[in-house]
């Protein structure tokens, strides 16, 4: 079973904070451009797919991990999720979890991803430590 951190457990700035909200409805399209620029520390690639359209409701995310496997990621209302195995490839048959957060759907597909967010956590806390924070 899966269990995402709480907003207020959550050391790195989520990218639902950086949202663009629409109305009631967030832009995707923006939704998408934040969780890129939020982890791509921590992946070899990462960019929105220029094969499919982007919408207000849906977008396409293309992803290397730091061991070299490609996935295709659909981010929606409902959270981000696998939806390929390639870049721009999106498999209808193909049933993957939804995941609240990037943070959570990258840490069940990269061991590399855990270790550079451990880095990048360790590095942050001690330049708190050596600022006197």
Sequence with gaps: MEIDCQPEESVIPSFDEDCVELGDVKDMRL?????VNDVLFAVS????????NSAKYVA?????????????LELTE????????AFDQVDEDLKTQYHETVYSLLDTLSPGYREAFGNALLHRLELLKQNGH
């Design 31 to 35: 939704e998408a451009e934040a969780v």
């Design 60 to 72: 396409y995310i293309n992803v290397e991990t730091r061991e070299g496997n490609r996935y295709c």
């Design 45 to 52: 690639e990462m960019h929105l797919s220029q094969s499919f």
């Design 78 to 85: 409902a959270g981000l999720r696998v939806v390929g195995y």
